[in-house]
């Protein structure tokens, strides 16, 4: 029993290490991709900040949810880690809908008021994320009291919902102090400050290593 406890945690910990790199990936994939694209002339172009904010703050989506699946088809034990990336894909297309609406209403994109753009890029797979957590956990539990007390007991979980409280008021107050996102550069640059999608995996990565010692 203590073997399978210890190789449930190795499996877990290598997980969460496995998701901090696609976020990551996701990063460089926006910043690269804003840089060419201002060469290329396309500032405030909808279809290229759709696919910056896309890179920038769910490339780790695509990139987990490919991770989930590979997992649940090789027949891996169900894991937390894998549960954050079903989550994540699931959560993912929101953010499109969101801008795309946003735009035909004509909100002003580039002010304080579509603040809550960003953050539904690259807070939207958190929330699917955080909510794949608790059902996790649920169907893990079979009752919603337990499963309500092991989520605020869980370091990964109060992080991530940590995250998704604060990070619109940073976006928020970014916007209200005169910041513009009015080039794909700077609209990566901002969707990845709000990104902190990597926290509670790290979060997670950590205490697992810290069992071990």
Not at 5 to 12: I, L, S
Not at 87 to 96: N, Q, S, Y
Not at 161 to 189: D, E, H, K, Q
Request: hydrophobic residues 45%; charged residues 20%.
């Amino acid at each position: 029993m203590a073997e399978e406890k210890d190789r449930y945690e190795e499996h877990e910990e290598e997980e969460f290490g496995e998701l901090i790199k696609f976020t990551f990936a996701g990063f460089a994939g926006g910043l690269g991709l804003g840089w060419f694209l201002d060469r290329l002339g396309f500032q405030q172009n909808p279809i290229g900040e759709w696919l910056v904010r896309t890179l920038a703050g769910e490339g780790e989506s695509i990139l987990e949810g490919f991770f989930a699946v590979k997992k649940r088809l090789s027949g891996a034990t169900s894991s937390l880690a894998q549960a954050y990336g079903w989550g994540k894909l699931i959560g993912m297309t929101v953010p499109w809908w969101i801008d795309l609406f946003s735009r035909l209403l004509g909100v002003n994109v580039y002010g304080w008021e579509g603040f809550y753009i960003p953050y539904f890029y690259a807070m939207s797979d958190q929330l699917g994320a955080n909510i794949s957590g608790f059902v996790y956990m649920y169907r893990q539990e079979k009752s919603l009291g337990r499963a309500a007390k092991r989520y605020l007991k869980n370091p990964v979980m109060l992080t991530s919902l940590l995250i998704i409280l604060i990070v619109p008021l940073g976006l928020l107050t970014a916007r209200l102090l005169g910041f513009s996102p009015t080039t794909n550069l700077f609209i990566a640059l901002e969707t990845i400050a709000a990104n902190l999608c990597w926290l509670p995996p790290l979060v997670g990565m950590l205490l697992e290593r810290k069992k071990d010692e």
